[in-house]
């Protein structure tokens, strides 16, 4: 879903209840995805200063180390 989403032209609206979890990161990977982020941490800190109250819990930042990684590898 990532590499697709990735891959958009055009706008991407994400939703979820509060907006501060599950749709920030996957925000996030999409940074990451991209090349926009080099990391986890990068990604979050944009969120935040688009989205002050985004706070991703241990296993989303696990969830984005992952893509993270994979990213650097390829």
Known sequence: M????ADWQGNIYLHCAVGRGRSAMVAAA?????GLAD???????ILRKARP????????RYFLA???TRRAKS
Do not use: F, P, W
Request: no cysteine.
């Open 2 to 5: 990532l590499d697709e989403l």
């Open 30 to 34: 999409l940074l990451v995805v991209r």
């Open 39 to 45: 990391n986890e941490r990068v990604a979050e800190e």
């Open 53 to 60: 109250r985004v706070k991703l819990n241990r296993n989303q």
């Open 66 to 68: 992952k893509i993270a």
